[in-house]
C-alpha cells in the first residue's frame, strides 16, 4: 500500500513505523501517523472512562501556566478587549473558564462534540470538522487537539476559514521529537513497551515534531510568532493502572525526563502561535 505524508505529500518517503500500532512515518518531514480503518465517532473511544479514569490527573489538574501564557499572548498582541475567541474542542471548558475569569467581558466560544454547560462561554456541541459558521474569530484555539484528527489538512484549512485576517490562532499538541517520546521509543525497542503504546495510543494519530507542525502551519500560509517546547504540569500525567513498584518507577522516570526535558527546551507538547495573514 502507497500512503502520502498528510503533511508533505510526498509517498516514497513514508515508511511502516509500527505493526501493531498501525503507524507510518515520513522521512522527509519526520511526521509519524496512525491509518485507522473506522471513523473515531464509530468506536465511541471517547467514553466517560476516557474523562474520567485513563486521563483523571490530564483533568484534574489542568495546564494552568499554558492558559496563562495564552492569556498575556492575547493581550499583548489585541489591542482593544472587544472580540470573539473560539475554543476548539474545549472539553470541560477549562481554558474558557480560566479566561473568563481573568477577563469576564471577553467574548468566548467552546466547540465540542461532549455535552458540556456553562455560564462563561456559549458552548456549541458539535464536530468543528464538520460544523458550518456564520461569524469569525479574532483568536482560535486548539488545545491538545490536533493530534486527534485524520484529516489535518482540511482542520487547518476551517480553521483559517473562520479566523480574521490579523487574528491569532493558537495550537498545541504533543512534541513527539521530546525526550519522553524519544525514551519511550527506545524502551519499545527493547521489549517495554507501555510508554510507547500509552503515546502512540489509538486516540493520537498524528504524532507531530517541531519540524513537521511548522511545516503544516506555513504549508497553509500562516505566519509562526513563536514555537515552544514545554512541559504540562507533572500533577497532570496519567500512567498505566499496574502494580504500585511499577508505577513508581514511570513517576520517577517522567520526573526525571520532565526535568531534563525542561532544561533541555524538549518538553513533552508544542505551543504554537500563529497569525492569520
Ligand atoms: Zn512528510
Request: aromatic content about 12%; charged content about 20%.
Amino acid at each position: 500500500m502507497m500512503l502520502s505524508c498528510p503533511i508533505c505529500k510526498k509517498d516514497e518517503k513514508v515508511l511502516l513505523y509500527d505493526v501493531s500500532m498501525r503507524l507510518y512515518r515520513c522521512s522527509h518531514c519526520d511526521h509519524t501517523f496512525t491509518v485507522v480503518d473506522t471513523s473515531y465517532a464509530d468506536k465511541k473511544i471517547y467514553s466517560d472512562a476516557y474523562f474520567d479514569s485513563s486521563h483523571e490527573n490530564w483533568f484534574k489538574f489542568p495546564n494552568f501556566p499554558l492558559f496563562d501564557r495564552i492569556h498575556k499572548f492575547i493581550l499583548k498582541s489585541l489591542k482593544n478587549n472587544d472580540f470573539k475567541l473560539l475554543d476548539i474542542g474545549c472539553g470541560r471548558g477549562d481554558l474558557l473558564n480560566y479566561l473568563h475569569q481573568k477577563e469576564p467581558k471577553w467574548d468566548l466560544y467552546g466547540i465540542d462534540t461532549s455535552t458540556q454547560k456553562s455560564d462563561n462561554f456559549k458552548f456549541i456541541q458539535a464536530d468543528f470538522a464538520q460544523s458550518s459558521f456564520n461569524q469569525k474569530f479574532d483568536v482560535v484555539t486548539s488545545i491538545m487537539c490536533i493530534e486527534h484528527i485524520q484529516d489535518i489538512n482540511l482542520f487547518v484549512d476551517k480553521i483559517i476559514g473562520i479566523t480574521k485576517p490579523e487574528g491569532l490562532i493558537i495550537i498545541t499538541t504533543i512534541n513527539a521529537g521530546g525526550l519522553m517520546y524519544g525514551l519511550a521509543r527506545a524502551l519499545h525497542k527493547i521489549g517495554i513497551s507501555q510508554a510507547f503504546q500509552r503515546l502512540y495510543s489509538e486516540h493520537h494519530v498524528q504524532h507531530f515534531t517541531n519540524k513537521s507542525l511548522k511545516a503544516l502551519l506555513e504549508n497553509h500560509g500562516l505566519c509562526i510568532l513563536s514555537q515552544k517546547n514545554p512541559n504540562y504540569r507533572l500533577a497532570s500525567v496519567d500512567y498505566p493502572k499496574t502494580y504500585p513498584l511499577i508505577s513508581g518507577c514511570y513517576k520517577i522516570a517522567t520526573a526525571i525526563t520532565f526535568g531534563l526535558s525542561t532544561l533541555l527546551n524538549n518538553g513533552v507538547s508544542q505551543e504554537v502561535m500563529c497569525k492569520r495573514v
